[in-house]
């Protein structure tokens, strides 16, 4: 039985509810071997899924934990995914601003495993901040300022935990259905209403290429359908890191930057806009354009980012201990001419070794490392000005710029 369904998978053909329900429920309880769901993944990454199949998948996933209903909390909760990249700390800024407006958002976030940490690593660098609130803890702090980021509560997808861990050393995380399941599975367990989706493409993200975010934008919002849950994509760029800091401390300096209305940098704030004026636009059922309005008119007030305060204050968090390594590198220009290009992949790699990210879940992360940028993509720099500075702790790594930086 096992040997057939794999067999059907390989000659492409579709496999019912029941043949995945029971293959993906036998590994669970170890009648499938790992080398057998290998087998699967693989079949599952070269012929792809119907939309049927990945239906069934998503609901298998759901279905091996628990599934949240915060549907007592009065008004539309709309959530934000990010498939990742190097500097996003879009929820940080973004989940204020929403809130700022009248929005309710409750935000499970993640740790990162690789590059740079997740936004719960990012959260963490603000001493005394606490990740791990329970529903009741969630309930009363959304009752009363309408926000919340916290660690994943429950047990959400937990088929999906291990299914992924098997994915990522049998090189099969890129299939576009496994990943719409995966992420899909764990947001519509959250209990969210509505959801947005910002998927990344370039040499810092899961996906190379537009067609194949397209080809997984689709999908998602085909499976939020099937939930009769709202969802939007937005497709944004990962060739270059969002923003200059990269590092968990200096990413909570960025967006509280970027909460107070600093507009140094025009792309990340762009996107957030961008972002926070749909999860608005999702929760009143009003245009883009009046959510960017009531987006704009909350970083200028003030109030963005006093929400952002009033969050850290809530879970505990002490932003005046927020520490920087105070041992610091600077990058210099080899030449005079124009960046031509900053590579989000060589920086991730760069500030995962600095300790700021972690390759085993068991590593340690280093709050305080990371890399800030001097200079934008597109800017003019001169023989020796400073193209970034380098936080580090431990010893200083090895860096080749003409790795990361094209000048021309
Ligand atoms: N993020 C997830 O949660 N799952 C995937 O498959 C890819 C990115």
């Known amino acids: 039985m096992i040997l057939d369904l794999i067999n059907k998978k390989r000659l492409g053909q579709e496999l019912t509810y029941q043949e995945l329900d029971s293959f993906f429920n036998g590994y669970l309880n170890g009648e499938v071997a790992d080398y057998q769901m290998s087998a699967m993944l693989m079949a599952i990454c070269i012929n792809g899924m119907t ?16 599934v949240l209903d915060f549907s007592h909390i009065e008004g539309v909760k709309v959530d934000k995914h990010s498939t990742g990249g190097i500097g996003d700390k879009t929820t940080l800024i973004i989940v204020p601003i929403v809130a700022a407006c ?53 047990d959400l997808a937990p088929m999906d935990k291990v299914i992924y861990a098997l994915r990522d050393v049998t090189a099969t995380v890129s299939s576009i259905p496994l990943i719409a399941s995966s992420i899909m599975s764990k ?27 397209k080809k997984l934008s689709d999908l998602m919002i085909k499976i939020g359908d099937y939930y009769h849950k709202e ?47 749909d999860m608005i636009s ?81 590593d340690k992360i280093d709050h305080s490392v990371g890399i800030l940028l001097n200079k934008q993509k597109g800017e003019k720099v001169k023989k020796g000005e400073v193209l970034a500075t380098i936080y580090y702790q431990k010893k200083l790594v090895d860096i080749n710029i003409d790795n990361i930086y094209k000048i021309d």
């Open 187 to 213: 947001k519509i367990a959250g209990g969210a209403d509505k959801i947005l989706i910002d998927i990344k493409v370039g040499n810092g993200a899961l996906l190379s290429n537009k067609a194949d975010a």
């Open 51 to 66: 939309d049927d199949e990945i239906f069934a998948l998503t609901k298998i996933f759901i279905e091996s934990g628990d």
């Open 102 to 154: 009248g929005g309710i958002v409750i935000k499970m976030s993640g740790r990162g495993l690789g590059y740079t940490g997740g936004t719960i690593d990012k959260l963490e660098s603000i001493p005394g901040f606490r990740t791990n609130l329970s529903e009741k803890e969630i309930e009363k702090q959304v009752k009363s300022i309408g926000l919340v980021v916290t660690g994943q509560t429950g």
């Open 231 to 277: 969802v939007r994509t937005v497709i944004s760029d990962m060739n270059t890191p969002l923003g200059y800091a990269i590092g968990n401390s200096l990413e909570v300096l960025e967006a509280i930057d970027v909460l107070k209305g600093y507009e140094k940098n025009s792309f990340l704030v762009e996107l957030c806009k961008e972002l926070a004026a």
């Open 282 to 362: 999702m929760s009143f059922n009003i245009s883009n354009e009046e959510a960017l309005k009531k987006v704009n008119n909350v970083l200028k007030d003030g109030s963005a980012y006093q929400k952002f305060e009033e969050m850290v204050s809530f879970q505990k968090g002490d932003l005046s201990k927020l520490c920087v390594s105070e041992k610091t590198f600077e990058l210099k220009s080899p030449k005079d001419g124009i960046i031509q290009k900053i590579d989000a992949l060589q920086l991730g790699k760069l500030s995962l070794q600095l300790g700021a990210g972690k390759e085993k879940m068991s």
